[in-house]
């Protein structure tokens, strides 16, 4: 670009491009396991044991190639003045493509851990163990080629050509510049450590005319300690930790009750059980919680079971959703419910020290018949209400599409209101670790996101769960096996606040469907056995694009071989035989279903990774050995 084609320069006009070209769909990953368990008995009653495990993951992305809405003053070395222009500066959309390298992520994820034990038989059928158990992850990302706002807005205000920032794309840009501009570092290490003690005991209690009444209580603590590191901006910023801890105290109890047994079964009664639990974790920084649990099976008849079950339940936020994993602002674009051009808006990340646990209460009734030698099959209704659900908004970029249910919680501001909260973050010393601000000024933001943890969801769900197995022989060495499972959703009801009003979000983009089913067929033949599952995931629809779209179902077949080589009942070591298997998956090459959403840099972008596979058909070779 330059004076003598200024004209080609129009207001308001778009520059087109795909932003996330170049981007993995996937990391590149290698992924290492190593799982160990093992038993000694010194004699009938006393015996030691432990399980361990060994993991290891790396990966490396490709990232898209950074771009950014420049503001472009007039004292820029290269500026174009556009005919009938009499500003001071314009803004122009940029791809760093031919500029500097993308800003690709890499890292690393490993853990470790070994629990030892010993167990004791106790007189009178008793049972005792206890086992200790120590571990120790590590994980890492970073990345080294983010783009410099301060040294690209100084670029962009320089009068000198050899340090000025050519926006144009004619590569005017000095090497050397270009370097210091995309020199920004990211680096996020978390290192943790976990200590548990357990100690149990069960047992019988007494005799009923149904059986023994058996008690089963225990002891455990969990102390855990980490620590979640941070380096952001200029390549010679050290990394800085910050130290965490987390101990949990718990206790728990329960008891096994059976009323009618094999030595008691009456018409009506053939089997009648009782379960009462009761378990009370104490915290060392969210508080303390009890939560009782009881159960009832009763068999009528032989071939059929009624269940019930009721209990309350308790989730702590993890540290990171606490403290986060960093405190700055974002500069995001997020998706325009209207339609048209995204909007751009700035999300905070940081800590929450007000984040309370999540509580739920559950209940569910249902019952199990095995009416013909071949045939079972099951059916559940449960209900479930959650209470403080944890949310976090800094990656949802189609949070504007509900809008309306975060009024008056300050998730969602706008206008002079998102400016000033924003100026309010930056003078607490909160920086801006993405994007740029409009013409560079703070004051020109119009959209502000708080996308920190926080308890804001309540929701009621309701359901119906089902199982089903049929099997039968078809000569000495054949048989076939079919299988049917599915859940439909008979509610899901959601407020995203406490004020707001509860609204059915099933078979909505990101939330859950009402129908979710796999079905499968198994054909055993000696030492071969081939099984082709189904899944079947229900359409949908997606009310974040205008008009709203209905969005298709999604069934995608797998298949999976298995030989079983040698004797598989062997004692010995080498005399065992292998399992070699192919999995299939996605036989068909079903491809996902379009899904009108804007791609983002956390991936997505034309299918709903939440509900489908972009991957297809995909090839699988396994070896096993068993000894």
């Known amino acids: 670009m330059t004076q003598a084609n200024a004209g080609s320069l129009a207001a308001g006009t778009i520059n087109r491009c795909d932003e996330l070209a170049n981007q993995d769909l996937m990391p590149e990953q290698n992924y290492d396991s190593v799982n160990s368990t093992g038993r000694f008995e010194f004699n009938d009653w006393l015996s030691v044991f432990y399980d361990g495990f060994y993991s290891k993951r790396n990966f490396y992305r490709q990232s898209a190639y950074s771009n950014a809405r420049l503001t472009v003053p007039q004292t820029n070395a290269f500026f174009v003045r556009p005919a009938g222009f009499t500003g001071t500066s314009y803004t122009l ?39 200790f158990g120590y571990g120790k992850t590590n994980d890492f990302s970073g990345s080294y080629h983010g783009i410099n706002n301060a040294a690209l807005n ?41 200590k548990t003690y357990e100690a149990r005991l069960n047992g019988p209690l007494f005799t009923l005319p149904g059986g023994a009444v058996k008690l089963a209580t225990g002891y455990e603590r969990q102390d855990f300690t980490v620590a979640l590191g941070s380096a952001r901006g200029a390549p010679t910023n050290p990394i800085t930790f910050r130290h965490f801890g987390r101990k949990v105290d718990s206790v728990y109890g329960e008891l096994y009750i059976p009323i009618f047994g094999a030595d008691n079964a009456m018409p009506g009664f053939e089997r009648l059980e009782l379960n009462a639990a009761v378990r009370h974790d104490k915290y060392s920084d969210v508080g303390s919680t009890t939560n009782p649990k009881f159960g009832i099976n009763w068999q009528p008849v032989r071939w059929a079971k009624l269940r019930a079950s009721y209990g309350t339940s ?56 095995d009416t013909l030698p071949n ?46 909260r924003v100026q309010e973050l930056l003078a607490q010393g909160v920086a801006l670790a993405g994007g740029s601000f409009p013409r560079g000024d703070p004051a020109n933001v119009t959209l502000f996101v708080d996308g920190r943890s926080q308890n804001l969801g309540v929701s009621v769900t309701r359901g119906i769960d089902f199982t089903g197995t049929w099997n039968t022989r078809l000569g000495a060495k054949d048989a076939l ?65 205008r008009p709203v779209q209905s969005v298709k179902s999604y069934t995608p077949v797998d298949l999976t071989l298995n030989w079983k080589v040698g004797d598989q009942q062997a004692d010995g070591f080498f005399e065992k035989g292998l399992v070699l298997g192919l999995e299939v998956r996605n036989m068909f090459d079903i491809a996902p279903p379009y899904v009108n959403l804007a791609p983002n840099g956390n991936g997505g972008g034309g299918y709903d990774a939440t509900a489908s596979d972009p991957i297809g058909r995909l090839f699988a070779v396994s070896v096993r050995k068993s000894f």
């Open 93 to 131: 959309d940029y791809n760093f493509r031919d500029d500097v390298p993308t800003n690709d992520s890499f890292g690393s994820a490993e853990s470790w851990q070994i629990t030892p034990g010993v167990r004791a038989k106790l007189p009178h059928d008793w049972e005792a163990e206890a086992l």
């Open 154 to 194: 100084a670029a962009l205000a320089s009068s000198d050509p050899a340090t000025a920032f050519d926006p144009y794309g004619l590569g005017r840009t000095s090497e050397t510049l270009l370097a210091t501009i995309a020199n920004q570092i990211f680096l996020a290490p978390t290192n943790g450590r976990l």
């Open 314 to 369: 308790f989730r702590a936020p993890t540290i990171p959703e606490i403290y986060g994993n960093s405190n700055n602002i974002f500069g995001q674009s997020y998706q325009n419910p209207a339609g048209g051009a995204p909007l751009q808006g700035y999300a905070l990340s940081g800590p929450n020290l007000d984040l309370k646990p999540e509580t739920a209460t559950t209940w569910s009734i249902g019952a199990d018949f």
């Open 375 to 420: 045939l079972r099959f099951g059916i559940t209704y449960w209900d479930v209400k959650y209470e403080n659900q944890v949310l976090a908004n800094l990656s949802n970029l189609t949070i504007l599409g509900n809008e309306a249910e975060y009024a008056g919680t300050d998730i969602i501001l706008r206008g002079a209101a998102a400016a000033a």
């Open 481 to 545: 096996t079919v299988n049917i499972s599915g859940t439909y959703l008979t509610k899901y009801n959601v407020a995203v606040t406490p004020a707001a009003p509860l609204v059915d979000r099933r078979n909505v983009i990101f939330n859950p469907l009402k129908l979710k089913a796999r079905a499968s067929v198994t054909w055993d033949h000696g030492p071969f056995s081939a099984r082709v599952l189904a899944t079947h995931v229900g359409g949908y629809r997606n009310n974040l694009s």
